[in-house]
């Protein structure tokens, strides 16, 4: 198959006389049309005026004129009033009153839709307003906005008055129609019908002046879609599109872009215009007999060329004057949205970017689809580029067996909840096998920081009569980040699996992430603070984990094993916080101790395993006096449970001995400036010398003359330190002097520490 087979299919759909149940030939729809009606049927009487004359003279134009504003224009969400672009005047339509309206309307309704391709699609017409063009006025090239719901076509009606020129242009893609209606005299009134998206303009009036009403022509609110027949070429070019292809795991699609332009609010498929109207249908119509979704969606293309700027003078200097011109393509894509389905109602499907050898477009994209554009100068690392963002109407196709496929591409947490449905059917396990082969990439992405996303893999997981794609598809979910609510998904693995396949599952989690990445990403997070939630943050929580694990029937070995897991994590991590700055040391005591903690805690849980025992060994063996004081929260609380652990009563005494030895020293003396200097990375000269200045008991601040990278380099140690010392470069001299005063509060804060160090020493006896 391709693509031009259903091209030549759709050029060679009939236009459909909806008015009678056979197809009936004829020309081509056109984007407008044209007529005349004697004067005499239709009065117009304008408020501060009276009737208008069959033939427009002076001096009723010279007060129709003094009647009139200067009328404004649309331009996107704006109301402008320019001149350069529009010069004319208007007549609002409540000032205006029509007779015999009712029967000049059915003759002209009736030729718009012969015309247009719109036989059996009822209209109605609303004035808007009137316009009086005198001598050089002008409406430059535009498109008319959608003025009323539903409204498919502007009509324009010239009233009997002498002028010359201002002509109405009309442009819709390559085809242009001139309507002209100057005259000198004449007893009818003319008439012109086009699509409202079309672009058109009125040319500058020569002499004279002309008076037209303008109509915004809507569908009529009780018309309905009919239903049409299709082309058996038709039928066959979108059979050979889709076929071969199994509808459950083929995300194949059909993307058949419209002629016309439409607008999110004017996008229905009773509101489509000529030739889209007798493909849409066309395209309907095959759908149902093949089983085809089908929808109207809103296309935006975006194309990024390189700009060609070549354009320079003899000095190989650039005209500024110049306009870039777009040289090669860099990017193209095209991105569906604003779904309107069969039913015509609008429905929040996301956002689908769909390729190239999908779409089939019976016109070239072109200048008048273009809605927006620019221009980005040299940036360093690429050139000049030109950006252009255009916008088409679509008509989109694909098998009905692939819809929930194709969801994962518009909305997949809506999909992810529907193949979640689906899993709890036993009926549909094999759809939602086949689904899942197709999609396991996009699965995969789901991240298992969500305990109910993770939930909702291990059920669909547990739906599958594949245990290796089941395994497969939870693999690159990570341990390390579950909480309590992961429990539950691992429940329903127990259940439906039993526990080797846990066992199994769990020895690839521990492998895909192994132990040094996850130190790397938490010590990565020390260093550079984030702060929302985090890594570190999802290692917390354990105490809850573990006991809503034991009542999901997972088997005790299992979770000692993803216990120890933990705990290795802890003491590897132990091991290197001394990478650190002392600032993110001193910051991470709390988390550090938290975990030790629940790790403890869990022990006690676990009593077949060591891990309690062993962590209170690190905290022997890994921590010297200075640190273990840190401990006494932890040790008050669990002292009572943890009391029979083996080396607690030792960690306990140690904690005791380093709270006295911190109650033992004196306060300093006012005037005392010396520093409590945690054990630093770098023990260069320069960074000893500026601690020794910190212990030192007479200098408050010091004075250090360096060059710029030794500076740096104190800045960055201490800066990072949490002893709170301002620095300050003095730029006196060669080299320049970097200032450095210890906080003026030593004493204040050795006495807070006293106090809550009394009080945790209290707590321990």
């Known amino acids: 198959m391709t693509i031009p087979a259903i091209v030549q299919a759709l050029i060679a759909e009939p236009p459909l ?81 029509l007779s015999g309206w009712d029967a000049v309307w059915p003759d002209i309704e009736a030729s718009v839709q012969q015309a247009m391709g719109l036989q059996g699609v009822p209209l109605q017409a609303h004035l808007h307003n009137a316009l009086i063009y005198g001598p050089g006025q002008f409406f430059k090239m535009h498109q008319d906005t959608e003025k009323m719901p539903g409204m498919v076509l502007t009509l324009v009606l010239v009233w009997p008055c002498a002028h010359l020129g201002g002509h109405l242009m009309l442009h819709q893609g390559d085809d242009v129609h001139r309507f002209q209606s100057e005259h000198l005299h004449t007893d009818q009134i003319q008439w012109c019908a086009f699509y409202a998206d079309c672009h058109h303009e009125v040319r500058p009036v020569q002499q004279g002046h002309r008076v037209v009403l303008t109509f915004n022509v809507v569908l ?47 996008l229905s498929w009773g509101l489509l215009k000529g030739n889209d109207r007798t493909h849409a249908q066309a395209l309907r119509s095959a759908a149902d007999t093949l089983g085809l979704r089908v929808y109207l969606a809103l296309a935006e293309i975006h194309e990024m060329w390189t700009a060609d700027l070549s354009d320079v003078d003899y000095r190989g200097r650039r ?40 779409i089939v477009s019976i016109r070239e994209t072109d200048e008048d689809d273009l809605v927006n554009s620019e221009y980005e100068g040299y940036m360093g690392n690429y050139g000049e580029t030109l950006d252009y963002w255009y916008r088409r109407a679509a008509v989109v196709l694909w ?54 996303r993770f939930t909702d893999q291990c059920q669909i997981a547990a739906s599958l009569s594949d245990p290796q794609l089941a395994l497969e598809l939870l693999e690159t979910a990570s341990p390390w980040v579950f909480g309590a609510g992961h429990a539950g998904g691992l429940a329903v693995l127990v259940k439906a699996y039993g526990q080797k396949f846990c066992d199994e ?92 903690s629940e790790l403890i805690r869990i022990g006690l849980l676990l009593p077949s395993t060591q891990l309690a025992a062993g962590v209170v060994r690190q905290l022997n063996e890994g921590l010297g006096t200075h640190s273990l004081v840190v401990l006494s929260p932890m040790l008050i609380e669990l002292d009572k449970a943890a ?45 000893r010398q500026v601690m020794t200045f910190l212990k030192n008991h007479d200098s408050a601040n010091v004075l250090l003359a360096m060059a710029e990278a030794r500076r740096k380099h104190i800045l960055e140690e201490f800066g990072q330190s949490g002893l709170r010392l301002a620095m300050e470069v003095l730029r006196q001299g060669s080299p320049h002097k970097l200032r450095i005063t210890k906080p003026a509060n030593l004493r204040e804060k050795a006495a807070q520490q006293r106090v809550q160090h009394e009080q945790w020493r209290a707590a321990l006896d």
């Open 220 to 266: 009529r609110p009780d018309s309905k879609q009919a239903k049409t027949a299709h082309s058996p070429a038709l039928q066959m070019a979108l059979q050979q599109h889709f076929e071969g292809q199994d509808g459950v795991s083929s995300k194949k699609r059909l993307v058949v872009y419209l002629d016309h332009e439409y607008s999110k609010k004017g």
């Open 319 to 358: 005209n500024i004057q110049a306009e870039p011109e777009r040289d090669e393509l860099i990017e193209h894509s095209t991105t569906l949205d604003h779904w309107v389905d069969a039913d015509n109602v609008v429905q929040k499907m996301g956002h689908l970017q769909v390729r190239d050898h999908d």
């Open 399 to 452: 098998p009905q067996a692939s819809e929930l496929l194709q969801q994962f591409d518009l909305d997949a947490d809506k999909a992810l909840q529907a193949l979640v449905t689906l899993a709890g059917q036993p009926a549909q396990a094999a759809k939602v096998l086949s689904t899942v082969q197709a999609v396991k990439a996009r699965l995969l992405r789901f991240q298992s920081e969500d305990p109910q």
């Open 505 to 596: 599952l769990l020895s690839r989690w521990l492998q895909k992430h192994d132990l040094e990445r996850q130190i790397k990403s938490v010590l990565s997070e020390w260093t550079h603070s984030y702060g929302d939630t985090t890594f570190r943050e999802h290692l917390l929580g354990q105490t809850e984990l573990i006991p809503t694990m034991m009542q999901a029937g997972l088997d005790l070995s299992w979770i000692e094993r993803f216990a120890q897991a933990r705990c290795q994590l802890w003491q590897q991590l132990e091991a290197q916080w001394m990478t650190l700055t002392p600032h993110a040391r001193d910051t991470a005591w709390p988390w550090r101790s938290q975990f030790a």
């Open 643 to 687: 009391h029979a652990v083996a080396g607690w009563s030792t960690l306990r005494e140690r904690v005791k001995q380093a709270l006295d030895l911190s109650l033992a020293k004196a306060l300093p003396e006012q005037g005392d400036w010396s520093m409590v200097v945690p054990v630093m990375r770098c023990q260069c000269t320069d960074c």
């Open 17 to 97: 006389d909806l008015s009678t149940p056979k197809k009936t030939a004829s020309a081509p729809p056109s984007f407008h049309a044209q007529g005349a009606f004697p004067v005499q049927a239709l009065s117009v009487d304008v408020k501060g005026l009276g009737a208008l004359p069959p033939f427009l003279q002076a001096p009723d134009l010279g007060r129709l004129c003094e009647l009139a504003s200067a009328a404004s224009f649309g331009l996107r969400d704006q109301t402008l009033l320019d001149t350069t672009v529009r010069d004319t005047s208007e007549i609002k339509a409540s000032s205006i009153t």
